[in-house]
Nanobody, 127 residues
Framework: QVQLVETGGGLVQAGGSLRLSCAAS????????MAWFRQAPGKEREFVSA????????YSADSVRGRFTVSRDNPKNTLYLQMNSLKPEDTAVYYC????????????????????WGQGTQVTVSS
């Protein structure tokens, strides 16, 4: 199993930027496909961005495409989400997630695909 801890959330003005990090407790992060999800109060947890275990494949939701960039540094056991041009609609708790992937290029965008989750970090965007 892998344990995940998100950091980097906070309060930012609309149009600003934040970078979220997700640190893994195990040293074999390269075997895991990873993703970011977010959940606003009273709403379902929704997919944000995914990356395959070898980083050759990436996919982002339409709502963030062109503004958010997912990346990973496997030697540092860390997943990142660079968030630019933030909007009030981006306000949510952001979670990182991981699952073992048998192929290097696979990625997953459904919540049920991921058995391992972090505790979440709050992102608040003011207008």
């Amino acid at each position: 199993q892998v344990q995940l801890v998100e950091t980097g959330g906070g309060l930012v003005q609309a149009g600003g930027s934040l970078r979220l990090s997700c640190a893994a407790s195990r040293r074999s992060l390269s075997t895991y496909a990873m993703a970011w999800f977010r959940q606003a109060p009273g709403k379902e947890r929704e997919f944000v961005s995914a990356i395959s275990r070898n980083a050759v494949s990436r996919y982002s939701a339409d709502s963030v495409r062109g503004r958010f960039t997912v990346s990973r540094d496997n030697p540092k056991n860390t997943l990142y989400l660079q968030m630019n041009s933030l909007k009030p609609e981006d306000t949510a708790v952001y979670y990182c997630a991981a699952r073992i992937s048998e192929f290097g290029g696979n990625y997953y965008i459904t919540r049920s695909d991921y058995p391992y989750w972090g505790q979440g970090t709050q992102v608040t965007v003011s207008s």
